[in-house]
Structures are given as C-alpha cells and as structure tokens.
C-alpha cells in the first residue's frame, strides 16, 4: 500500500487544517475534512498520537472514546514513521519536499549518516552541533504555525520541548510542556482556554509508539496505553465542552510485530558494499553503494521473497514520497537501492557505539497495519 496524496493522506489532512486557519495549502485538501469545518469553529485541536494504526485502533479499541468518533481511515506518507509523517504534520510538507525520510538519514551537510529527531550522530550519538551544524542546515521546511491567521499551541512532552528539532518546527508557536497522560486533557484545555482568540493547537503523546517498540503492538502494555489515551481524549472532549472547538485526532503511522526471525541482519558480503551504514527504517532501508546493479543483484539472491530491491529513484518517480518539489539534497537521503520488506521483516546493519537491540513493533513499511492510521473528529 502507497499514500493517496490525491485526497486521503496526512498530506491532505494538514492541507486542509491550515487552509481551515487561514493559511494557503500546498496540496489537495483531505476528502473527509472539508477546510470551511475547520474555518467555522473558533478553537482547533490536532492531537497525534504516535503509533496508533488505524486498523488497531479498529480491533482494540472498538467501542472507546476514539473509535466512536473515527471518521475515516487515511494513509500516512512514506515512509509511515515517525520523522517523515511528524515533520508532515509540523510543516504540511510532503516528505520529498520536506526531505526527512527516516530515523536515519546520510546528511551531506554533516558528512555523516544521522538521525534527524534527536540531532545526533549514528554510532557515536554525539549531537550534530558538534560538527558545526544547524538545525536550518537539514530541516528546511516552514512550520505551519506562521502560515495560520491565528494563535498557535503546541503541547508535547516535556523531554523533547526543547529539543533542536521541535525549536525549529514549533516556530510561530508557543509551547506548553506535559509530563504523564493524566497531565495532557488539562493541558490542551488551558491552551484552548487561555483567550477568547482564534486558536490551533497540536497536541502530541509518544508513548504507545515507545511502547509497542519494546514490547510488540500487540501486547498488553500497549494496550494499556491504548486505554490511557483514550480515556485522556474523552477527557479532552469533556474539558473543551462549550468552547466551539473542533478535535481532530489522528497518528504518524501504526505498527506491525516481527519475531526474532524476522528480524535480518544484513550480511558481511553486502555490508562491504555500502559507501554508509544503512540509513531510513528497519522496514525500509536505504543503501548507498557504488554499483548499484551489482548491489541489487547481490540483494535480491539473499533476500529473495522477503523484501523488493529497487532503485530510489523509481520511487521518487512513482510518487511514493509524495508530491511538490523535491528537497535540493533529497537525492543523497535515499540513497542507490531501497529495501523495502515484505511481510513483518526487518533489516539491520550495526556500527561501533550501538547497543544491540531488537524491536518487536516495527513500522516505516507497506503493509495496511503500518499505513493506515485514524481520522477522528469531534465537536466540543
């Protein structure tokens, strides 16, 4: 499954929330949120919750505060994770524009493969300051917040508030930090509350993602979070009762579980080709070589029926990242060849200063688990 950036992606959903505030869309509005809905209440709530597949959602969560409110089921961007679909939600950018295209990345900028979310080194984990660089220098997309003819609130955790990549995506808005769940209804409410203007506020809670990482999506521990975030949501709903706020919630992506032996390590005969570590996800991996056709050749053999290898450029070509402009340095993002895996496989190559470790939960893939996430709307 690819995103349908002609009307029913998070690309959409962003465009029609920030022509809804007064802003100029980008791209197509979303299908099922018409941009005069968003216009017409006073206050707009998007609360993302990371990981939260729309087919999840559906199995576990059926009867709960959000899945009686879900609308629609929407495709994410690809890759669907974290740093691609967040820095769409920030940005309203697609991740060919945006140019953030996994947890790792090759930054020329930086002469070195890093991660963009904490802005730090692979390997080494060193911040990426230490190399004299700026988060202007990788993340070159504007928020959304400037272009909105309103007050903007971002609520987020509180380890991450400040960090060099929510500085810079926050831009325009003020941030309000929370620690635990329980905290987050009555944050987003004084928010909301906080003056009689027009207001957007994000909204964001991690831990699902974080937990189903470790433990596998379909365990209990993410249910439990499962649970806790659909009780703080009808507290949400509650809290906002009568202050002409529509509540959007959605996620960046959902998940799928992989077993021990699914999980590859990629060989010593491939990982002598690569010019860089792997970059992107575990679900699809971008590999920097020097012949790519022998790269790919070499690939297939040893993966057979558990991952297609295929050239980047053929998924620029046939919109998988989305539509607008290309970022100028997107080319060396991706890299020669993609792995993209089938099934619930994972691939994985390690460098010197990493602790070996497994996901159970896994997403960056095509699979609907991965690509479908919610579209709830609510009036308060």
């Known amino acids: 499954m690819t995103p349908d950036y002609a009307g029913g992606s998070l690309v959409n959903l962003m465009a029609s929330l920030v022509e809804g505030r007064g802003g100029a869309a980008r791209h197509a509005r979303l299908r099922e949120l ?148 329980d905290e987050l209804p009555g944050a987003v409410a004084r928010a909301v509350k906080s003056g009689d203007d027009r207001k957007f506020v994000y909204a964001y809670w991690p831990d ?54 699914e999980c590859l390590e990629l060989p010593p005969s491939l990982a002598a080709l690569l010019r860089f570590p792997l970059c992107g996800e575990r679900r699809a991996a971008y590999c920097h070589v020097g012949d790519a056709d022998s790269f790919a050749k070499n690939a297939k053999d040893w993966l057979g029926d558990r991952a297609d290898v295929v050239p980047s450029a053929s998924l620029v070509d046939e919109g998988w990242f989305g539509p607008g402009p290309a970022h100028p340095r997107f080319a060396e993002r991706i890299g020669d060849v993609t792995l993209v895996m089938r099934a619930r496989y994972t691939i994985k190559d390690w460098v010197a200063g990493e602790a070996r470790h497994l996901h159970i939960g896994n997403h960056g893939g095509t699979s609907e688990d991965e690509m479908l996430i919610p579209l709830i709307v609510a009036a308060a």
Not at 41 to 64: H, K, P, S
Not at 236 to 261: I, N, Q, R, W
């Open 34 to 181: 018409a941009a005069s809905e968003v216009s017409s209440a006073r206050n707009v709530v998007l609360l993302v919750i990371d990981g939260l597949g729309a087919r999840y959602l559906a199995r576990r969560g059926a009867g709960g505060e959000l899945a009686r409110r879900n609308r629609a089921t929407i495709t994410s961007v690809f890759p669907p994770t974290t740093a691609s679909a967040i820095t769409t939600t920030y940005t309203a950018w697609s991740p060919l524009e945006h140019g953030l295209t996994g947890w790792f990345a090759y930054f020329g900028d930086a002469a070195c493969v890093g991660a963009p979310l904490p802005f730090t080194s692979r390997g080494s984990g060193a911040s990426l300051f230490a190399r004299s660089v700026l988060p202007r220098d990788l993340y070159r997309a504007s928020p959304v917040f400037g272009a909105m003819r309103c007050r903007s609130i971002v609520v987020t955790y509180r380890d991450i508030v400040d960090s060099a990549y929510n500085v810079h995506h926050c831009e325009g808005a003020e941030r309000i930090a929370y620690e635990h769940i």
């Open 208 to 261: 699902y993602d974080r937990v189903s990482h470790r433990y596998g999506s379909q365990s209990g521990e993410a249910f439990a979070q499962l649970q806790a975030v659909d009780e703080a949501f009808g507290r949400v709903l509650a809290a906002l009762s009568g202050t002409d706020s529509l509540v959007v919630a959605t996620a960046d992506h959902g998940f799928v579980d992989s077993a021990p032996e």
